[in-house]
């Protein structure tokens, strides 16, 4: 991906710290709201709206840096953009899906501006407060759909890229990852997590783990969501800090506590004064 002076640490140093902990639940027989729409929203930041599309809609100071509301193509608010200074053009700063540059090609004018802070936020339940949001993590090698047979070993060092054509399907196969946090019960303080799963063979990215609590609550459980949306598996906690996973299956939580970035992207939208009808609902996909 091309390089850029990226703002990470500023705000979210001040917003965001705190241990992990672990238990294991036994997976449901059906998907609950909550990995419906964990399901719905991955496949919904797959498919990016159209770039240019993007307006600023508002931007408020907070500690440590900005945070923007940004609209999409239907007007309605699409994501919450943080930086240490005010986005100037956020069709350029912000990207909604990788890009790589080829050897010896000079990045694009501006570039060094932009942010990779930033989530898709949604409201559930219309009454105008967000209490959804997938907030990027950055490119991460995600199994396709068909043809991932032919994808090499990435684990660790065992990567040895052959020849251009195995080059072209490790970046074809590359998409932004997110971690989502949902507030079920509408007091403003996210509930569930979702982290990306990635398989213990092969290092690549694979459905998702779902939290029931925060993974800082002492009762936190974790089960792993195939793509299908198929439950298969518990997650426990392992020997690394933060990471959870089965003999299968492994996930890191990016984010130990989303209770101070939730809660700042709402006073934000607060001092904004952004309506019920301008925020995007969530989607629901099940199988």
């Not at 240019?52 to 699409?78: M, N």
């Not at 946090?181 to 459905?207: F, H, K, L, Q, T």
Request: with cysteine; net charge negative.
């Amino acid at each position: 991906m091309a390089a850029r002076s990226t703002i990470r640490g500023a705000l979210l140093a001040v917003l965001m710290a705190a241990p992990f902990s672990a238990s294991t639940l036994m997976a449901q027989p059906t998907l609950s709201n909550a990995e419906a729409a964990f399901r719905a929203v991955a496949a919904q930041a797959d498919a990016p709206q159209d770039q240019a599309a993007l307006k600023l809609l508002c931007a408020q100071r907070t500690e440590g840096g900005v945070i923007s509301f940004i609209t999409g193509a239907d007007g309605k608010v699409l994501l919450a953009a943080l930086s240490a200074q005010p986005l100037t053009d956020v069709t350029r700063d912000i990207w909604l899906s990788p890009r790589f540059l080829r050897a010896g090609e000079a990045p694009a004018a501006g570039s060094e501006t932009g942010t990779e802070d930033w989530a898709y936020v949604y409201d559930g339940n219309g009454d105008g407060q967000i209490d959804h949001m997938a907030f990027l993590i950055g490119a991460l090698p995600t199994e396709p759909k068909t043809g991932a047979q032919a994808l090499p070993n990435i684990l660790g060092d065992r990567l040895r890229i052959k020849n251009a054509a195995m080059l072209d399907r490790v970046l074809q196969a590359m998409r932004f990852g997110f971690w989502q946090a949902r507030d079920e019960d509408g007091d403003g303080v996210p509930d569930s997590m979702a982290m990306p799963a990635r398989r213990r063979d092969n290092g690549w990215y694979r459905g998702w783990a779902i939290f029931d609590r925060r993974a800082t609550s002492e009762d936190a459980s974790c089960r792993f969501m195939d793509p299908n949306g198929k439950i298969v598996g518990s997650c426990q906690a392992t020997n690394e800090p933060g990471e959870y996973g089965n003999n299968r299956l492994t996930t890191h939580v990016w984010v130990r506590d989303p209770g101070p970035i939730f809660s700042a992207i709402l006073d934000a939208a607060a001092d904004c004064k952004i309506a019920p009808g301008q925020l995007q609902s969530t989607p629901i996909n099940r199988p």
